[in-house]
Antibody, heavy 118, light 110 residues
Framework: QVQLVQSGAEVKKPGASVKVSCKASGYTFIGHYMHWVRQAPGQGLEWMGRINSNSGGTNYAQKFQGRVTMTRDTSISAAYMELSRLRSDDTAVYYC???????????WGQGTLVTVSS | QSVLTQPPSVSAAPGQKVTISCSGSSSNIGNNYVTWYQQIQGTAPKLLIYDNNKRPSGIPDRFSGSKSGTSATLGITGLQTGDEAEYYCETWDSSLSGVVFGGGTKLTVL
């Protein structure tokens, strides 16, 4: 079965960077885009961007352009999301999610809580 | 402010039916497939409906989706207390070249 396992919770200071990993199993990794979505405490879902797991090509939400970098390592079926110049309002649960096709996200990681605090 | 507009909350009694609306524009819902997710408090979102009206395996037919023009609707019949959750619509926005979500609708089963 499809499984996405994310790295553990992080606590970072303002201005630092964080890199979250997402290890995929149970399917052909390069056959699906991987998306990253975040959710601030008590708020809704916010799309950050996606990576073509085959080519490595990326699309980022305009809000995160210049601060986010999405990469993948096909040899170990893993995707990564790095967010730099962290601010307190970046405190959120970050999810990776597999694209079924047409942007429908059919499998989600368990989420990684990133807390930004001085 | 979300690109897609959903009512903040809906409620209905067990066994009843409820609909949740999602309003967008020609750059998103009007020309792309709509997806719906269910998120139970403290858990990751779960895919409910994709391609406007298709259900993944394991999703009961109590859940249905439809789209007309620049709006979409999620329907849930035979409400159960376990359906209490936040529901989100989502689609691709061709102008933004990205995925957009609705603000979410909290369903309360009274």
């Amino acid at each position: 079965q499809v499984q996405l396992v994310q790295s553990g919770a992080e606590v970072k200071k303002p201005g630092a960077s964080v890199k979250v990993s997402c290890k995929a199993s149970g399917y052909t990794f390069i056959g699906h885009y991987m998306h990253w979505v975040r959710q601030a405490p008590g708020q809704g879902l916010e799309w950050m961007g996606r990576i073509n797991s085959n080519s490595g090509g990326t699309n980022y939400a305009q809000k995160f352009q210049g601060r986010v970098t999405m990469t993948r390592d096909t040899s170990i079926s893993a995707a990564y999301m790095e967010l730099s110049r962290l601010r307190s309002d970046d405190t959120a649960v970050y999810y990776c999610a597999r694209d079924l096709g047409g942007s429908a996200l059919d499998s989600w990681g368990q989420g990684t809580l990133v807390t930004v605090s001085s | 402010q979300s690109v897609l507009t959903q009512p903040p909350s809906v409620s209905a009694a067990p066994g009843q039916k409820v609909t949740i609306s999602c309003s967008g524009s020609s750059s998103n819902i009007g020309n792309n497939y709509v997806t719906w997710y269910q998120q139970i408090q403290g858990t990751a979102p779960k895919l409910l409906i994709y391609d406007n009206n298709k259900r993944p395996s394991g999703i009961p037919d109590r859940f249905s989706g439809s789209k007309s023009g620049t709006s979409a609707t999620l329907g849930i019949t035979g409400l159960q207390t376990g359906d209490e959750a936040e529901y989100y619509c989502e689609t691709w926005d061709s102008s933004l070249s990205g995925v957009v979500f609705g603000g979410g609708t909290k369903l309360t089963v009274l």
